[in-house]
């Protein structure tokens, strides 16, 4: 029985690394919406992990409305939807502020946190354990420490498991990238953000919504402020 219970654990954390992974890779863009994923076969022996593991993690992804499973077209990233699209093509052009960007990502991204919080899978804690580990180190550039910012908050709404909002903190994102990589122009501001995110996943991974909530707010607070201290003529 002792070995039966090591082989589900086992079996279990490869899947749920599968999964961190993939959502990983589209939280930074390197699997964009509408992609098609390799055959089931050809996906376990790249990513070198066995079908079972590989298919336990699918289904988790099909649940979260990741990837979507299509009759005789395969395994398709989900995109956003239509309307958020659209909504995006009629905005990507106005000026934003950095008062904008403050306002915005204050109303959102706490209840982005609170959710994760309450529903954080092991996958999704071992994601973002990976980023938090790569903005440590010390090297790190403005260009490679954005990148991670972006992936860290993307992957705390797809905790939400809300479609939806998911949508919105991408579109979020493209608003406000320009803005935020203000915040990681030195060395003391990318050593800023790494301590917010830590703050935040320690909340997350207790379980405890209100502390992400308060921890993200903060967050937000301190970059708001080195931004502006970045900017002077806003």
Do not use: C
């Amino acid at each position: 029985m002792d070995g039966l219970d090591a082989f589900v654990r086992q079996s279990t954390s490869v899947s749920s690394e599968i999964v961190a992974h993939i959502e990983t890779l589209i939280s930074n863009g390197s699997l964009a919406p509408g992609t098609k994923l390799p055959p089931e076969r050809d996906l376990a022996q790249v990513l070198r992990v066995s079908r079972a593991s590989l298919r336990e993690a699918m289904h988790e992804l099909e649940a979260k409305r990741v990837i979507e499973r299509r009759p005789g077209r395969g395994t398709i990233v989900m995109e956003a939807p239509a309307h958020v699209r659209s909504m995006y093509e009629e905005m990507s052009d106005s000026e934003r502020t950095l008062r904008d960007v403050a306002e915005l990502r204050e109303t959102i991204e706490p209840k982005f946190a609170q959710l994760a919080a309450e529903r954080a899978t092991r996958a999704s804690l071992y994601a973002l354990e990976q980023v938090l580990e790569t903005t440590a180190r010390p090297d790190l550039s403005q260009e490679d420490s954005l990148r991670a910012d972006i992936t860290f908050h993307m992957l705390l709404a797809q905790m939400s498991q809300n479609p939806l909002m998911i949508a919105l903190n991408s579109l979020a994102n493209s608003w406000t990238e320009s803005v935020r990589a203000i915040s990681h122009s030195s060395a003391g501001a990318r050593r800023s953000s790494h301590d917010g995110h830590q703050l935040i996943l320690t909340a997350v991974r207790d379980g405890n919504g209100a502390a992400a909530r308060d921890a993200m707010l903060a967050h937000l607070a301190d970059v708001a402020l080195l931004t502006k201290s970045n900017l002077p003529s806003f």
